[in-house]
């Protein structure tokens, strides 16, 4: 850690900050990913389930419009989420023509066995105070605002 951090003395703070958020980024991206594949998920996938747990049964143009990660291929991933067995599709109460998507009970019990690990990961950040939590938040807003 120490050799990282002297081999970036020589950056100016603007790059010093795009290369800490890149490396962090990349950090967390990994860890997200090896920790949904214990579950045989992906990020993406998981993303949908937890728009369906929050929303209840919704069109899969829905789920688009909610994801954190805009992904054009939300059809194939409610497939792929289908064949699993953790959702299922059902016609539309109010227009029988559209079809809805829904978490399955597999689907839900297998989101809150994820959520339940995932809040023990998030636990890494109780490192941090609750002032530098909020310093980081407002930085992070503030970035996706650019």
Known sequence: MKAQTEGKQHLN???RIGVEILEAYHHLTNRALEFFKTY???PQ???VMAIL???GKVSTSDILKW???KNP???RLVDRLLKKGLVEK???TQDKRLVVIGLTPKGQELYNKVEKEFSQMESNFDSLSSQE???????LVKLKGF
Do not use: C, F, P, R
């Open 13 to 15: 703070d603007t790059k």
């Open 40 to 42: 045989d998920l992906t």
């Open 45 to 47: 996938q998981h993303n």
């Open 53 to 55: 747990h929050h929303a």
């Open 67 to 69: 994801m954190y990660e």
């Open 133 to 139: 939590m909020q310093t980081l938040i407002g930085l």
């Open 90 to 92: 059902s016609a539309n």
């Open 73 to 75: 291929g939300v059809s």
